[in-house]
């Protein structure tokens, strides 16, 4: 392979990692990554530093109502903040899996505060545990109330947790819609859980919201032997999942989960069995999982390169963060959150707690307007950052370059994104319509920014 050909296929290989790992990136960010490594940069995207506190101070000066968060609206400005700008992107992105995974809805909470903080506790533990993680959120407020827990007492369970846990959030069901467990082993789950509730704790203002942490009524709590699993014991909570995280049902169901998460809409079971093997070799380490995913042959092959169907939030946030119109933090960076939901993805309040379901249910003929529409909005702004170095990255491909050579130039300043031979096809034939060479400074890049808006209006930008 020639030294060229390595070039294009280290900057294929990085730009890929940083759609599945992240909401894409700039091609001047690629080239840094690129310069980096790709195992450093695997590591340094699942290793991100500490937040600083001067940054959650910045954003609680321009989003007031967020402090408080009463409703999930004012809610929304923070989340989207961070996921258009964030310099730390598999922290937003994992917070993004699990939000679909462990879901906790707005609808019925509508209590911005908490759900602020359930995204929260996914970015500090979301690559760490899988056993911590689920014993943290069968601990938050959220999740209790959303589940009806503390309305579960000794003598009067209610099943509704028991019964998430282990169909939803940890062993699943099959295709037949059978599980690794039995409706014995969920009324068993939901007596061990009885006691653990929650309370509210003095408002930060005067007649504010309430903020709740755990609390743990001990007299409340099912005392007596349980069997679970084909284990008999006195259990709580904290063992009943650490019984389920032993199990090799539990090891599938998340790497099946984080597999179709993280690489393709179609599961291939031999990679989802080795991601099993490391989940049990690693007592469920997520950062462990992730990094021989991302490491392997399979995840940097391209046959899963753009195969996969992007969420509204993967369309919504990738495109904002190509524009990069976000200096500081903006109330108009909460429109995001609203474009997403339009699209069928309403962040901080999913449809239910399955979560969303994705791959090629997140596009209709109503949703797919709206994803054209916002795309190519987005890329016609011609005033931000982005855009600009996009379009001089094109014009420096030089003047009289063919139709086919200015297209590519327009993918490659994207991001490096592929397109079909279909589709290049015709926006190579649109090209040469307009003539032969590639735009300049004299047109203010006007037919540059429009190839970028034929670009994202392709099928083929649908995927990443």
């Not at 004012?74 to 996921?83: G, N, V």
């Not at 490491?295 to 990069?324: I, M």
């Not at 903006?330 to 707690?353: R, Y």
Request: charged share 25%; glycine share 8%; hydrophobic share 40%.
């Amino acid at each position: 392979m020639t030294t060229v050909a390595r070039k294009h296929q280290d900057v294929a290989v990085m730009a890929h990692l940083l759609r599945r790992a992240g909401f894409g990136a700039t091609r001047d960010q690629i080239d840094q990554y690129v310069a980096r490594g790709y195992e450093e940069t695997v590591e340094d995207l699942l290793n991100p530093v500490a937040a600083r506190p001067e940054d959650q101070d910045l954003m609680d000066r321009y989003f007031i109502a967020s402090v408080e968060a009463r409703s999930v609206g004012h809610a929304d400005p923070q989340w989207s903040w961070r996921l258009a700008t964030t310099t730390k992107p598999l922290e937003e992105k994992i917070a993004l899996f699990w939000h679909s995974l462990l879901a906790v809805g707005g609808i019925k909470l509508d209590h911005g505060l908490e759900m602020l903080t359930e995204i929260d506790l996914f970015r500090r533990l979301g690559l760490g545990s899988f056993r911590t993680l689920l014993f943290e959120i069968s601990r938050n407020p959220g999740m209790m109330y959303w589940l009806d827990n503390q309305n579960s007492h000794k003598g009067a369970p209610n099943e509704n947790y028991g019964r998430e846990l282990l169909e939803l959030f940890s062993m699943g069901i099959d295709e037949l819609g059978e599980g690794a467990y039995t409706e014995d082993d969920v009324k068993a789950a939901a007596r061990a859980f009885t006691g653990w509730a929650s309370k509210p704790t003095p408002p930060p203002f005067f007649l504010g919201p309430f903020p709740m942490e755990f609390r743990f009524d001990k007299a409340d709590h099912d005392n007596d032997d349980k069997l679970f699993l084909g284990e008999t014991g006195n259990f709580d909570g904290g063992d009943i999942i650490d019984i389920i995280v032993t199990k090799r049902a539990t090891a599938r169901f998340v790497a099946m989960r984080l597999y179709l998460f993280f690489v393709s809409d179609e599961p291939d079971n031999a990679e989802i069995e080795r991601l099993s093997d490391i989940f049990q070799e690693t007592d469920g380490d997520i950062r462990a999982i992730l990094r021989s995913l991302f490491n392997s042959d399979h995840f940097k092959s391209e046959s899963v390169r753009f195969r996969k169907v992007k969420s509204p939030a993967e369309l919504v946030f990738g495109a904002a963060r190509l524009a990069d119109r976000f200096d500081i933090p903006d109330m108009d960076s909460s429109t995001l959150a609203n474009q997403a939901m339009f699209m069928g993805q309403h962040l901080l309040n999913p449809p239910g707690v399955e979560g969303w379901h994705e791959g090629e249910e997140w596009v209709d003929s109503g949703s797919l307007i709206e994803r054209i529409n916002f795309a190519a909005s987005e890329l016609g702004r011609t005033d931000s950052t982005g855009i600009q170095r996009m379009i001089e990255l094109v014009e420096y491909a030089g003047e009289g370059v063919g139709p086919e050579e200015f297209v590519e130039a327009c993918l490659d300043a994207m991001g490096s994104i592929d397109l079909g031979s279909g589709s290049k096809a015709v926006l190579v034939e649109h090209a040469a319509q307009n003539g032969p060479d590639t735009p300049g400074a004299l047109d203010g890049g006007e037919r540059i920014v429009e190839m970028f808006q034929l670009i994202v209006s392709t099928p083929d930008y649908q995927y990443c």
